[in-house]
Structures are given as structure tokens and as C-alpha cells.
């Protein structure tokens, strides 16, 4: 089973930015973040296939997020810049054998870390 650990949260005033990462004990074919904000449903934000390289985006998260790795470190890793009060959530980064977006498809989550934006 994939053991997943998440870091970089906290608080960030609008218009800032913070990169979050996850430390991978494992992969599988398919790595993703969520985030989910209190009392929301649960929402993907991005995801990397490894097997062809792709990465996808939300339409939130499309030009202002960006998702890289380092093979080295087998880590995982979300930079989040003009970040906006909306973007207060818990993220989580997420593993799953297929590509989805979808939160039932992924079997191994982090514990997830804090990102507070104020206005």
C-alpha cells in the first residue's frame, strides 16, 4: 500500500502563493491533489500520469496551479500562486491506479495539510 504524507500548508494572504509537497513511499500509475473546504464536497484539483506523462488540471486550477515531481525524492509537488480566499482548503494528494478525477477512484490519501488564505 501507498504511504503518502503532505506539508507546505498555512496561512497566505490573497494574491500569495505556497508550494505543497508530498513524500511518496510508493507510486502508482496515477497521482493526483484534492482539496476539500469545510462543509464541500471533496475536490480534485490536478493529477500526473506517470505512464505517459500528462497533466491535468482543474478549471480552478488551470494557470495559477502547477504540478511537478522529483524523481530523486519521489516527490510530488503543487505550487499554488494568486491565490484566492476561495482556495482555503485541506489538500490532499491522492494515489490511484487509472486516470481519474474522481475521489472514489484513488485508494491511498495523505492526512492532508491547511491552506488558509485571508482576504
Known amino acids: 500500500q501507498v504511504q503518502l504524507v503532505e506539508s507546505g500548508g498555512g496561512l497566505v494572504q490573497a494574491g500569495g502563493s505556497l508550494r505543497l509537497s508530498c513524500e511518496m513511499s510508493?507510486?502508482?500509475?496515477?497521482m493526483a491533489w484534492f482539496r476539500q473546504a469545510p462543509g464541500e464536497v471533496v475536490e480534485f484539483v490536478g493529477a500526473?500520469?506517470?505512464?505517459?506523462?500528462?497533466?491535468y488540471y482543474a478549471d480552478s486550477a488551470k494557470g495559477r496551479f502547477t504540478i511537478s515531481s522529483d524523481n530523486t525524492k519521489d516527490a510530488l509537488y503543487l505550487q499554488m500562486n494568486s491565490l484566492k480566499p476561495d482556495d482555503t482548503a485541506v489538500y490532499y494528494c491522492?494515489?490511484?491506479?487509472?486516470?481519474?478525477?474522481?475521489?472514489?477512484?484513488?485508494?491511498?490519501w495523505g492526512p492532508g495539510t491547511q491552506v488558509t488564505v485571508s482576504s
Open positions: 500526473v500520469s506517470w505512464s505517459d506523462g500528462d497533466i
Open positions: 510508493g507510486r502508482t500509475n496515477v
Open positions: 491522492a494515489a490511484a491506479d487509472i486516470l481519474s478525477r474522481s475521489p472514489i477512484d484513488f485508494r491511498s
